[in-house]
């Protein structure tokens, strides 16, 4: 960055004055560029992006979403730290996931209003991005040529989490052949 | 032990600033109350006209351009039919020939339905079943049409001028003359009473068009607004939802997108289906009175009357009715396109054009347009209806039942979410 560029930003756009009138678009534009599912997209996309994007605080111990709630909005962590849990069969909370700034949960809902398949709750003070489905459909109506980008996008994420969960699959269903043959073979010891 | 205290701390904060945010939302609706029926008219119609914008937008014409072509287009559409409307209200002179018409035709029916061939004359069977009561009927709707010496002189200045060919002046007077020469019941000129000398008070002629330039001004100070909300919810892009959204406890925050999303969706189907219910009614009662010869202005305004009106439920279909019946009491020559209906059917043409408009409407429109969302109880609807006249008038008449659809959308939308996001059982 030139030295001119960054006395600018040091001087007006770090101003705190200046950032209440400006909100806080370059810094949803930025969460946004950090995010794989956007990181390809122009600046102007991403301004029509942030346009629909909504921001939330939340704090310690509360939750984004509960399992079997009909899922309605996609997030992304803006800061902070989110743990995707599900109930385990004695009752327990499993952590699944822990997610960091930039990482994206609840996709799925973007495409249906299915229940979700896990909880997420909020482990440090966390500020979260949220796009709402049905602004989602609204803007790919308005512009089909972004909105198909994005629909992309979240074809190719849905795709390489089926693989990745095919791959565990795979990997446990490894394990638990060879658990079998270990225990055929002690039986025959 | 830190929690807490912030937990009760919060609990205070938003008890307060929720009471004084009531406390300040009922004293501006107090007080601004005037302005709630524009507000409202002005988002009605930004909803209304929701889909175009988005037809605009996809055909790559950006929203700034989108909403300027709305906007043209409203205004040419409100300037053309407002001139049309306005083309067709008579003047004080057209009105005098138009009475003197209808008063001929009732005059005419009457003497037809009793078989008479004057007023003293002896009638058939209806008459002398019916005759004596219906006299005073007669008598009593003459004495509305008749004019007093004033009028009847403004009406023969009119004849006389350069506004009618010889032929409409003789047929027009000839009926002034049938009128007059009717044994019974004689009703012209005999208001002799000129209520101008006969005030008790002193008239006050400075006054009365200031107050009427004040009228003009509060009237459309209230109404400026409608344009502004219209623009300003038309041109919005998802703020005001955000604004709301963002207000909302995180616990709620999916729930009210979902709230928010199916609630405009809902009230939107249901205003449009309204629109295009109304419209169907129109067309069909334009095409129908077309058909039974009606000339294309006459029935082109009927046809806007009874489709406006007709989003009053009960009772608009009888201001169409009416509307149409007043056409054709006074309407001369008639030609059908369709061959039975003769020139003296016109009335009898209006009461099945309204018929089969109103069964189109019962049985093919409202099903289909609108669907479940209209699904009222009978009796709320007449308690709405009668309840939004007492209380806002003829727009309160008007806007009671899209209103309580609203009311009922949100709060059955706002109960599913609820159970849906598990917050309540």
Known sequence: ?189 | MIDQSRQLRSRVFYTLFFIFGALITIYLLAVLSPLILPTLIGILLAYVTKPLLTFLRKKGINKSLSVTIIILLFGLAIFGIGKKIYSLIPSSQQQLVIRVQMQNKIDRMYLELLGKENFSSKGNFVDELFGKQMEPLLASFNDFFSMDKKEAKKFKDYLNSDAFTENERSKILSQYNEINNYVFPKTVIKKEVNSENNSPLPKLPSLIPASKITQFFSELSKWIVMPFVFLFVLLDDGEIKKFFVGIMPNRYFEMSLMVFESVDRAIGKYLRGTILQSSLVGLVILVGLLLIGFKPSAAFTIGIVAGISNAIPFLGPIIGFGAGILYAMIVEEITPIIPFIGNDAAVLGVVIVVLIAQFLDNTVFQPYVLGKAVNLHPLVVVLGVTGGSIAFGFWGMFLAIPTIVVFRVIISTIYKQLKAYQIIY
Not at chain 1, 84 to 105: H, M, P, S, V
């Open chain 1, 1 to 189: 960055m030139s030295k001119a560029k960054r006395l600018f930003q040091d001087v007006l756009w770090d101003n705190k004055v200046l950032k209440i009138f400006a909100g806080s678009k370059s810094s949803v534009l930025d969460v946004l560029k950090s995010n794989p599912m956007f990181e390809d997209f122009s600046n102007s996309e991403l301004k029509a992006i942030a346009k629909i994007a909504y921001e939330r605080e939340y704090n310690p111990g509360e939750y984004v979403f509960l399992m079997g709630q009909p899922g309605a909005a996609m997030f992304i962590v803006f800061k902070g730290e989110i743990s995707i849990q599900r109930e385990g069969e004695n009752g327990a909370e499993i952590e699944l996931t822990k997610l960091k700034d930039g990482e994206t949960f609840g996709e799925l809902a973007l495409l249906d209003d299915s229940p979700r398949s896990a909880t997420a709750f909020v482990v440090k003070p966390t500020k979260l991005l949220a796009i709402f489905r049905e602004d989602l459909l609204n803007f790919l109506a308005v512009n089909p040529e972004l909105g198909g980008k994005i629909v992309k996008k979240l074809a190719i994420i849905t795709g390489y989490r089926l693989r990745m969960t095919n791959d565990l699959l795979m990997q446990k269903q490894a394990e638990l052949e060879k658990c079998r043959e270990e225990l055929s073979e002690m039986k025959n010891d």
